[in-house]
């Protein structure tokens, strides 16, 4: 069973539009989340996180938004870069088991078209 | 800032070869973790270690062993390589520690990765 979900395999935007990425989880015990960027053939690096006991966490052109009530995360890209073109990789912590693990989606392939 | 090198970023060997593939961090982090990376399979964890000389299974720990004897240095080892074990392979570290939870420390950093091809 997937704990950690991202239904959109690929997401294509427009130079200088916002990017919106999505991710949804079941499991209520998640209390830290996180967004990875990846270009091919390197490791993921890390963007953003935000805290259960926050709604929204801001860093320059990234906004992360987290909805408890819907299980619901989402990545604001404002304004997208061709240079954002990745995958990013949502993930949570803390579920229950063990505290050390992240539990990682599947990711989204975001294109940004100049 | 946090360093994450793996020691080779292309290898190739052959089916049945033993395979050593090396971690080491630079940041005195306490949780090291091999992962692989599959097209539409994202990352899944193989193998973690919260300290020196302990492990714990991931996701996918068949085929698969580890080896932390240092703080710094998590090996991942395929004792008899296969087909099927031919991925991407990340190393990541983390420094969380009991009761710090939500403050930043669960996050992972990742080396650059070891794409390994087995024929």
């Known amino acids: 069973d997937q704990q950690v979900k991202q239904n959109s395999p690929s997401l294509s935007v427009q130079e200088g539009r916002i990017s919106i990425l999505n991710c949804d989880y079941t499991?209520?015990?998640?209390?830290?989340f996180l967004w990875y960027k990846k270009y091919p053939a390197e490791g993921p690096t890390f963007l953003i996180s935000?805290?259960?006991?926050?709604d929204k966490n801001e860093d320059g052109r990234f906004t992360v938004f987290l909805n408890k009530s819907a299980k619901h995360l989402s990545l604001h890209i404002v304004p997208s870069q061709p240079g954002d073109s990745a995958v990013y990789f949502c993930?949570?912590?803390?579920?229950?088991?063990?505290?050390?693990?992240?539990?990682f989606g599947k990711g989204t392939l975001l294109t940004v078209n100049p | 800032d946090v360093k994450v090198t793996q020691s080779s970023r292309y290898l190739v060997k052959r089916t049945g070869e033993k395979v050593f593939l090396e971690c080491v961090q630079d940041m005195d982090h306490e949780n090291m973790f091999w992962y692989r990376q599959d097209p539409g399979l994202g990352l899944r964890l193989i193998y973690f270690s919260y300290d020196v000389k302990m492990k714990e299974k991931g996701d996918i720990p068949e085929g698969y062993s580890v080896s932390r004897e240092k703080k710094e240095r998590f090996s991942l080892i395929l004792e008899s390589a296969s087909t099927n074990q031919t991925s991407m392979y990340l190393c990541?570290?983390?420094?969380?520690?009991?009761?710090?939870?939500?403050?930043?420390?669960?996050?992972?950093?990742f080396g650059p990765g070891t794409r390994l091809l087995v024929l």
């Open positions: 990541a570290s983390s420094l969380w520690e009991n009761g710090y939870r939500g403050q930043g420390q669960e996050t992972q950093y």
């Open positions: 993930a949570a912590s803390g579920d229950g088991g063990s505290n050390y693990k992240l539990t």
């Open positions: 499991n209520s015990m998640f209390d830290y």
């Open positions: 935000i805290s259960s006991i926050k």
